[in-house]
């Protein structure tokens, strides 16, 4: 492979020694006015530097602070989220920037300074997984895990591949991308060396269920999920759990196209050209019948929002399909106002009025008397009852109206929050108004090209 | 049961004792004429009269007559041939009758006399079914078990049966029907003695499997038919081997609509009264594409060309759908004239212009890289790659007109008859068309209700 294009990359990506200097005693000077005051209030913690920046991971301009404060296990949960509170907003305010408060599964407060955004974060100090009280207090472990077991030419290795996967959108634990986190990014560099191996080992070597356990802790077995790979911290979690079957094999395909061409271009993003014209042409000569669903959401962290559009979807082409209207491919998406879009599209937006519907055996003397009862006009099929029945809908735009009013709605698996804002208002466009209508077209051309971020 | 009805309809549906004895006389004279011939000729033969006449279970005017003229076993099978057409042919000539070639397992000589037909068939002298050079030999062994086993009173009861099963279209054995056989009626009569019982039996005991063993043979166990009857005359053979579990169920459901109301219109066929109108509208109701394929075929025996027209049907039934339209129903017929008629109606005319065509696994390397190669827009589904691809046919009639054409027909499983038949002429009408156009239109009728017989 192509070495000296990975140094240039890095030179790109890679935070200078001066930035990174900068950082740290910025973040040092935060932890020390939070350990002073937190002793002279009489409480005990030590404070940590975690994530991607405090493992040298971290890429350029996605430089955020994680502060965490760790109190010790016998401070009641209550203190410690009221403290965690006080001690960040303290700092915030010494250094006279702006604070606000965010949610994970605790409050915790962040700062907006001029060049940073740190977060300061509670959490238990705790010396292995079973001690945890909640899921931040992993934090410390795995960054001190990684901080005693990885060189600084890995780390770079590291930034190599987080930038790939970003930019064949595979990076993200978030419910948005559902792909590798940075800490899981971390551990196959770890466990392969290099870049180039982790990209050489799932282009020819992973399948589905793949396994790591850089401990050998011997718990895989009690995983089914896509890729096994061990939390060297808990032998009872694994890191990739969020990872799903999709993006797994994204990554495996985007590994294989980079093979056949190592090209500079996996390091950005796949710029999508494109026009009105063509992408209608294109759901012309289809001969489908495309709709385009689209409502404006409340906001919400991603990671509630995600799974809600989601399930929509999954159930908007379930229910479709229990109507025989025949699904080609959904794509859903959410712009930066919450708007929420779905789009599917049909093999056909008309069917026939009628259906055939299965009946008893014949030699079920009873049911098939029932049936016959029912149905005056069944008839015989080998040895069963059959009859014709009429479709409930035999438009694809009727039956999508009328499974979205408010009294139907129960036949769809919505999350709450999608479910409200559809009760209030939502739009459906054929695909060729939307086209028409809109200006951001990338995920309609992304729903016709799913492939396009994973080659260049 | 209302009993009474029973003689009413014998009295419409039995020969008289005259007619009887006219055609018993005129048997036995053609006999004789044969018999003294062929001994005048030094060949040692036994004429019988068979089938329904001989058993006093023949409908009226439905009386024709079998002579069946036993040679002795060691007669090599061309002296059999050729002396059974001489005998026959002297016996017509001598009363001045028109004779007619016709064919079964042999050719054999039929006679057009004033008042009846006459078939003239020889056969083996077989005293048990293992000697059986043919299946016509079998035909002796079947009378004589019948005279020697029915009582008069019971040969009734299977004319009623007979006229019953006719009416609701469930009798006849050849491949037009693909019903209950005279011997088999005839069986079931033996077996459960009255008409009224088969109704009953029928009607609430019968599943799939059915069992009739009369002579107790043990043999039932070796055959998976809708119904097992075997013949009391060969161990070895199930007497109801041609009746299909269609035909099978439908004379359940007229047994159980019979027991709901047994009124005399059972008894005979159940009048269409319908209007091109009507035909057209029920149609239109359906949002079907409904079509007819018409092709003019040669002059064959029935249980020549039904079988064909039959493969011919869930042949293009299931080309159809192969190439994803997806069929309602399909109904055959001929004429008269030996015209074909196909009906077939689909869901939709039309399809979407593309669909989804499924890959390989993503970790089957090799494969997957081949089909990516052929398929260079393929995409990730899960683990699997997946492409999108054209249709070869969108629209209906296309695909219909393409696959019938000389060049492509081998796509389709047709009898050779009908193959012949099709590459020389065909026509497709819509079905609205075929309203308009033809005058005939019962079997459209029955297309639409299809359980039309079965009731009154």
Request: negative net charge; proline residues 3%; hydrophobic residues 35%.
């Given at each position: 492979?192509?070495?000296?294009?990975?140094?240039?990359?890095?030179?790109?990506i890679?935070?200078?020694?001066?930035q990174?200097?900068n950082?740290?005693?910025?973040?040092?000077?935060?932890m020390?006015?939070i350990?002073?005051?937190?002793?002279?209030?009489?409480i005990?913690i030590?404070?940590?530097l975690?994530g991607s920046?405090?493992k040298?991971?971290?890429?350029v301009?996605k430089?955020?602070?994680?502060?965490?404060?760790?109190?010790?296990?016998?401070?009641?949960?209550e203190d410690?989220?009221k403290?965690?509170?006080?001690f960040?907003?303290?700092?915030?305010?010494?250094?006279?920037?702006?604070?606000?408060?965010?949610f994970?599964?605790?409050?915790?407060?962040?700062?907006?300074?001029?060049?940073?955004?740190?977060?300061f974060?509670p959490?238990?100090?705790?010396?292995?997984?079973?001690?945890l009280?909640?899921?931040?207090?992993?934090?410390?472990?795995?960054?001190e895990y990684?901080?005693?077991h990885?060189s600084?030419?890995e780390?770079?290795?590291?930034?190599?591949?987080k930038?790939?996967?970003?930019?064949v959108?595979?990076y993200?634990?978030?419910y948005?991308?559902?792909g590798?986190?940075g800490?899981?990014?971390?551990?196959?560099?770890?466990?392969y060396?290099?870049?180039?191996n982790?990209?050489?080992?799932?282009?020819?070597?992973w399948?589905?269920?793949?396994?790591?356990?850089?401990?050998?802790y011997?718990t895989c077995?009690?995983?089914?999920?896509?890729?096994?790979?061990?939390?060297?911290?808990?032998?009872?979690?694994?890191?990739?759990?969020a990872?799903?079957i999709?993006?797994?094999?994204e990554?495996?395909i985007?590994?294989?196209?980079?093979l056949?061409n190592?090209?500079?271009?996996?390091?950005?993003?796949?710029?999508?050209?494109?026009?009105?014209?063509?992408?209608?042409?294109?759901?012309?000569?289809?001969?489908?019948?495309t709709?385009v669903?689209?409502?404006q959401?409340?906001?919400?962290?991603?990671?509630?929002?995600?799974?809600q559009i989601n399930k929509?979807?999954?159930?908007l082409?379930r229910?479709?399909?229990?109507?025989?209207f025949?699904?080609?491919?959904?794509?859903?998406?959410?712009?930066?106002n919450?708007?929420?879009?779905i789009i599917?599209e049909?093999e056909?937006?008309?069917?026939?009025?009628?259906?055939?519907?299965n009946?008893?055996?014949?030699?079920d003397?009873?049911?098939?008397?029932?049936?016959?009862?029912?149905?005056?006009?069944?008839?015989?099929?080998?040895?069963?009852?059959?009859t014709?029945?009429?479709?409930?809908?035999s438009?694809?735009?009727?039956?999508?109206?009328?499974?979205?009013?408010k009294?139907?709605?129960s036949i769809?698996?919505?999350?709450?929050?999608?479910?409200?804002?559809?009760?209030?208002n939502?739009e459906?466009?054929?695909?060729?108004?939307?086209?028409?209508k809109e200006e951001?077209l990338?995920?309609?051309?992304l729903?016709?090209h799913?492939?396009y971020?994973l080659?260049r």
């Open positions: 492979m192509v070495i000296h294009i990975y140094n240039d990359i890095l030179d790109e890679k935070p200078s020694d001066t990174r200097k950082m740290l005693d910025f973040s040092n000077k935060l020390d006015i350990t002073s005051y937190a002793s002279s209030q009489g005990n030590t404070c940590h975690v920046m405090a040298k991971t971290s890429l301009n430089a955020d602070i994680d502060i965490f404060m760790a109190f010790s296990l016998d401070c009641p949960p410690l989220k403290y965690g509170l006080e960040g907003r303290h700092a915030i305010e010494t250094m006279n920037a702006k604070s606000q408060l965010r994970a599964s605790h409050p915790y407060i962040t700062g907006l300074f001029d060049d940073y955004e740190v977060d974060v959490c238990y100090k705790i010396s292995d997984a079973s001690q009280r909640s899921a931040v207090d992993r934090t410390i472990l795995h960054t990684i901080q005693s990885m600084d030419s780390a770079d290795e590291v930034l190599l591949l930038k790939f996967m970003s930019s959108n595979t993200g634990a978030n948005k991308v559902s590798f986190s800490y899981l990014c971390e551990l196959l560099i770890l466990r060396k290099s870049f180039d982790v990209i050489r080992e799932a282009a020819t070597n399948s589905e269920g793949v396994e790591i356990d850089l401990e050998n011997g077995g009690n995983y089914s999920d896509p890729m096994i790979v061990i939390d060297p911290t808990d032998a009872n979690r694994n890191v990739a759990a990872l799903t999709d993006k797994f094999s990554f495996i985007a590994a294989r196209n980079y056949d190592p090209s500079r271009e996996y390091f950005s993003k796949h710029i999508i050209n494109t026009s009105k014209d063509e992408l209608s042409n294109a759901f012309i000569e289809r001969g489908t019948s709709y669903l689209k409502c959401l409340e906001h919400l962290p991603t990671d509630v929002i995600y799974p929509t979807t999954n159930s082409e229910v479709s399909r229990g109507y025989d025949s699904v080609i491919g959904t794509r859903y998406y959410m712009d930066d919450d708007v929420m879009y599917i049909y056909t937006s008309s069917l026939s009025n009628i259906k055939i519907h009946g008893p055996r014949i030699d003397v009873k049911n098939s008397n029932n049936f016959k009862n029912k149905y005056p006009d069944s008839y015989i099929h080998k040895n069963r009852l059959q014709i029945k009429n479709r409930k809908y438009d694809v735009m009727c039956m999508l109206r009328s499974i979205l009013k009294e139907n709605m769809l698996k919505l999350g709450k929050n999608v479910k409200e804002s559809l009760i209030d939502y459906i466009y054929s695909i060729h108004e939307f086209i028409k951001d990338d995920e309609v051309y729903y016709l799913p492939t971020e080659s």
